[in-house]
């Protein structure tokens, strides 16, 4: 039996060496072996040293295109809400700054697409302002403007004048629910509003739709309606915002506004009532305000760029009182339909990724 074994390895030995010497030392330097038992094969370990560099290659590629993006993320722009990011084809609706992925979603989205955000910016402000102690009043004040912006990617934004949240979109397209808290006007706030009573803090919700086009103009509408306390009416705001120039260091932008206000607001905020009347001894005749356009003006925001993540935003806002509402004692008498707001923001921008 062990002669015929060794027969069987002595054949196998001639059948190796009538090889050429080559072929020979070919498969001794690549044993074409199993690599679960022997380890990987030649052929396997170049195709792993290529995959590795091609890795190596999109690392660089991307850490590139972070030094490109930090550059936009660390220089505050323009008004978060409408010009953010400079580089080219950026969607600028409702957004300050994008991240880079942003494009691969300018199709159809929803909520679920944000519930796990890859980016929230956060800005930070406060200022001086310069502004009519009521709307309607010539009483003017300096008061302290704190400024909060908050938007997470192209979902959630955030600011003084309330929040929207874009559940629907396309392109530069958003539509979504809208709501906004309005601070309370106090009869004390001015003599002229003695025997009106308070308006208490109202929550308004409602909806709104946005678009951007040209790369320069930023079209936004909001319809909400009052809930609970306050005046409980209803409120359409339009915007039209334009961008001017911007470079490095200074940008400008302006914005025309128009707001129509249903009869409840109107009561609340422009009505005099007879019992109000006789409440201010007849300081205040009595005047019925019905629902119609309210105001219409424009204002105009400076962005200075002053240091890494910090910018300094002056910024002035006049509006007009038409006749249905300037017509009120409380405007007529003692107010004035031409309303002027001057202020400015330093703002400090702060960003959060995943």
Aim: proline residues 5%; without cysteine; charged residues 25%.
């Amino acid at each position: 039996m062990r002669s015929g074994i060794s027969y069987i390895v002595l054949a196998l030995a001639l059948s190796a060496a009538a090889g050429s010497p080559a072929t020979a030392q070919q498969n001794i330097d690549e044993p074409n072996l199993s690599p679960m038992l022997f380890g990987e094969t030649e052929e396997e370990r170049r195709e792993k040293i290529q995959k590795e560099r091609e890795q190596q290659r999109e690392a660089i590629e991307i850490s590139q295109e972070q030094a490109r993006d930090s550059q936009y993320i660390d220089e505050p722009r323009l008004d978060p809400l409408l010009f953010g990011p400079e580089y080219e084809d950026a969607d600028v609706t409702g957004t300050r700054i994008v991240s880079p992925d942003d494009e691969e979603r300018q199709g159809f989205f929803s909520a679920l697409n944000f519930l796990v955000p890859d980016e929230t910016n956060l800005s930070l402000g406060v200022g001086p302002v310069y502004k009519p102690d009521y709307f309607g009043s010539n009483d003017y004040e300096f008061d302290a403007d704190p400024q909060v912006y908050v938007k997470v990617r192209n979902f959630l934004f955030l600011d003084d004048d309330g929040a929207d949240i874009a559940l629907f979109g396309f392109s530069r397209f958003r539509i979504g629910p809208s709501l906004k808290i309005k601070g309370r006007r106090d009869q004390d706030d001015n003599a002229a509003l003695r025997g009106l009573g308070d308006v208490g803090t109202t929550f308004e919700f409602g909806g709104f739709v946005s678009t951007t086009f040209l790369d320069r103009f930023a079209a936004k509408a909001r319809v909400r309606h009052g809930l609970k306390t306050g005046h409980r009416g209803t409120v359409i705001d339009g915007t039209l915002t334009t961008l001017i120039f911007r470079t490095d260091a200074f940008s400008l932008a302006t914005a025309g506004q128009v707001r129509w206000v249903g009869e409840r607001y109107a009561d609340a905020y422009f009505t005099v009532t007879p019992e109000q009347s006789a409440r201010s001894m007849g300081v205040l005749a009595p005047y019925d305000a019905d629902s119609g356009f309210e105001s219409f003006g424009g204002s105009v925001t400076a962005y200075i760029n002053i240091a890494d993540r910090w910018s300094l935003n002056p910024y002035a806002e006049y509006r007009y009182i038409f006749d249905d509402f300037a017509n009120t004692p409380i405007i007529s008498q003692f107010g004035d339909r031409n309303q002027l707001v001057v202020g400015f923001h330093l703002m400090r921008e702060f960003t959060f990724t995943r």
